[in-house]
């Protein structure tokens, strides 16, 4: 009897603190579908960041102070912008200082990307590094798009993306040449074959344009590999 007590005791206690869990730390600020204006955005965000630095978060506390003056991440991600594609919550790494992530629409290279990557293999050490496409991703549709509707070429730097991902895109269309009509479901293919082969050109060009990167797979100190995410099912597969 004592003892079925005690169970319900330690059931009540623990439904008490889930529920202050939620109130305290859930419930906490707006939901981002609620957040209209550029002011609320900005509140939401030091919302965030107080939330974060709270008390309650004792164990995010620890691992700063543990890294707040040396970083040694075990791994450089490039990945998209994608907000569906957040690197650290996919791969559940949310101890700070465990990857080196660069981001940008398509995850493309450019010459800061490349510099950003050598500084994560020369400076922090890093084992491996790790290029990410995605299902449905809008920077590859949208060159997909453009070059099938010969649109002429974007106003401001979008049309940047664009050119750096045209290379894979051009390689995937070819092998659609002829097609009087593309369906939906044929280019939701085009697009996951040239997210993919935007992915494999990226890895070529990584060793072809930075002998740091060359010279750190030679001597075996780094692994590049490329990867595809799946948005459905959340799946990370390997792809070269
Ligand atoms: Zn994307």
Redesign the pocket.
Known sequence: MIFIELIVYIILLFSIIFFFYLLLYKSYGLSTSKITTPEQALVHLIEGNKKYNSFWNFITRANRKSVATVQKPFAIVLS???SR?PTEIIFNQMNLGSLFIIRN???VVDGVVLGSIEYGISELKALLVIVL??E?????TTTIDAILEHRPESSGHIKDIINAISPAAHNVLQQHIGQVTISDQLKESIVKQA?KENVRLIIQDLSEYSDIVADAVQKKTIKVVGAYYDLDDGDVKIIT
Do not use: E, I, K, Y
């Open positions: 998209c912008s994608d594609v629409a398509g995850n496409g995605h449905r991703c809008g920077a590859v997210v």
